[in-house]
C-alpha cells in the first residue's frame, strides 16, 4: 500500500498570503496525484489531477507540482474562501487508492 | 445537471446490513467508473470500493473486503453499496464519487462527488 503523508497537519495564515502544502508518497507514483479542496459540511472538490493540471473551473492561484514521491500544492493568494482541508490521493499503484490525512488551512 | 445523489444511510446497529445508493445523471454513465469514499466524523477520506463501467470489476479496500458488495444498474445509472456485518468502524459520510476518463484512459481520481450519506452503526 502507497501511504501517503501530508505536511504540516495545520496551517495558519492570513488572506492573501502564499502557502505551499506538501504532500509525501511512500514510494513513486509518478505524476498519478490528485489535489482535493473540502470545506465543512461539503464533499471534496477535485482542485489539481496528473499533479500539476488544474480541474475545470479552477482559479490559476491554485498549482500543483511534483512528481515521483514529494508533490506540493501552491496558493497563491489566499482568498477568504480558500481557507478549507486540502487532500491529496495517489492513484498510481492500488487497490487501494490512497489519500494523505489532510492539511487545514486557517485563518490566522 | 450533472451530478450524483447518495441515499440509504441512517442508523444501524452493530453486526446489522444496509445498502446504499447513488443515482446519477447529467454524463454516459455506463462509460465511467464509479467509487465509493467515506469519512468518518472529525476525519480524512478514505476510499472504500471501485467498480469499472461495465460492472465486471470490483475492486475494495481491505477493511471492507468480504463484508460489502459494490454493484451497478447501467440502465438505471445507479451504483450500490452492500453493507454487511457492519461495525462502529464503519460509522462515517459515504460519498459516491465518479472516476475521471480521457478517452481511452481510465484515470482513478474522482472529479464528481455526491453529497453524501451518513451511517451511523451504534446500539
Known amino acids: 500500500e502507497v501511504v501517503m503523508t501530508q505536511s504540516p497537519a495545520t496551517l495558519s495564515v492570513s488572506p492573501g498570503g502564499r502557502i505551499t502544502l506538501s504532500c509525501r508518497a511512500s514510494q513513486g507514483v509518478g505524476s498519478n496525484l490528485a489535489w482535493y479542496q473540502q470545506k465543512p459540511g461539503q464533499a471534496p472538490r477535485l482542485l489539481i489531477y496528473g499533479a500539476s493540471t488544474r480541474a475545470t473551473g479552477i482559479p490559476a492561484r491554485f498549482s500543483g507540482s511534483g512528481s515521483g514521491t514529494e508533490f506540493t500544492l501552491t496558493i497563491s493568494s489566499l482568498q477568504s474562501e480558500d481557507f478549507a482541508f486540502y487532500y491529496c490521493q495517489q492513484y498510481s499503484n492500488w487497490p487501494p487508492l490512497t489519500f494523505g490525512g489532510g492539511t487545514k488551512v486557517e485563518i490566522k | 445537471e450533472v451530478q450524483l445523489v447518495e441515499s440509504g444511510g441512517g442508523l444501524i446497529q452493530p453486526r446489522g446490513s444496509l445498502r446504499l445508493s447513488c443515482a446519477a445523471s447529467g454524463f454516459t454513465f455506463s462509460s465511467y467508473d464509479m467509487n465509493w469514499v467515506r469519512q468518518a466524523p472529525g476525519k480524512g477520506l478514505e476510499w472504500v470500493s471501485s467498480?469499472?463501467?461495465?460492472?465486471?470489476?470490483?475492486f475494495y479496500a481491505d477493511s471492507v473486503k468480504g463484508r460489502f458488495t459494490i454493484s451497478r444498474d447501467n440502465s438505471k445509472n445507479t451504483v450500490d453499496l452492500h453493507m454487511n456485518s457492519l461495525g462502529v468502524d464503519d460509522s462515517a459520510i459515504y460519498y459516491c464519487?465518479?472516476?475521471?476518463?480521457?478517452?481511452?484512459?481510465?484515470?482513478?481520481?474522482?472529479?464528481?462527488w455526491g453529497r453524501g450519506t451518513l451511517v451511523t452503526v451504534s446500539s
Open positions: 467498480i469499472i463501467g461495465s460492472g465486471r470489476r470490483t
Open positions: 464519487a465518479k472516476a475521471s476518463r480521457d478517452g481511452y484512459m481510465h484515470n482513478w481520481y474522482f472529479d464528481l
